[in-house]
């Protein structure tokens, strides 16, 4: 069984609601990290009395989940139609090839 590990670094006040739509795809295993980026704007320019300060890296979320390929294209659908503001900063997915799976617990592999 062919797997994909598939990242998303969303904001985090989307998390619930991509982790949702996720688990109504019957995505429930994954990892959560509080990371910090910045995407093609280079953070954020914020104006306060007349003083610009650019903020460089902005707080996101970045979400791991290994999945099966024929889970792939569900998983993004979820996580587009979830993580969507319409604005810059929304995010991003990455999808990447995943050697082998191993659970600890049983002999389980996934490759
Ligand atoms: N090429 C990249 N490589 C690694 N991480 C990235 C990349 N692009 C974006 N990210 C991560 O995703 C976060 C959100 O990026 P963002 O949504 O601003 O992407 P964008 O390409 O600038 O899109 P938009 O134009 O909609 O803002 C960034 O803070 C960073 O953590
Ligand atoms: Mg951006």
Redesign the pocket.
Known sequence: MAVKMIQA?IRPEKLDGVMNALEEKGLVALTVTN?R?????RGIALEFRGMVTRVEL?P?VKIELVVRDDEVDPAIQAIRASAKTGN?????IFVLPVEMVGKVRTEEVWR
């Open positions: 670094v990371v980026g910045r995407g093609e704007q902005l996101k810059i900063g929304d995010g991003k």
